[in-house]
């Protein structure tokens, strides 16, 4: 019984540690995402999307992949979005 209180306590701790580093690169995306979205370029989105990216715009067209939707989301933080910005918490 010992050993398995044991067990399920070190089984728990290491699901706080791990869950404490991933909460702090969740945090880390969410800065990177907040500091492109916040100067319209989004020179950092590989750290935060992947190569299958879809982006469906304002109007409701669809752009996919990483090098052509950061064209698209560059040319409506120019326009419609400029000045716009927003925080993390």
Do not use: C
Request: aromatic share 8%; glycine share 12%.
């Amino acid at each position: 019984m010992k050993l398995l209180l044991s067990a399920a306590g070190l089984l728990y701790l290491l699901g706080v540690a791990w869950g404490a580093d991933d909460e702090q690169l969740v945090r880390e995306v969410v800065k990177a995402f907040v500091a492109d979205y916040n100067n319209g370029d989004f020179k950092n989105a590989p750290t935060y999307t992947t190569d299958d990216w879809v982006h469906i715009n304002p109007g409701g067209g669809i752009t996919r992949g990483r090098d052509e939707v950061p064209k698209e989301v560059r040319a409506i933080h120019k326009t419609m979005l400029k000045g716009v910005s927003i925080s993390s918490g």
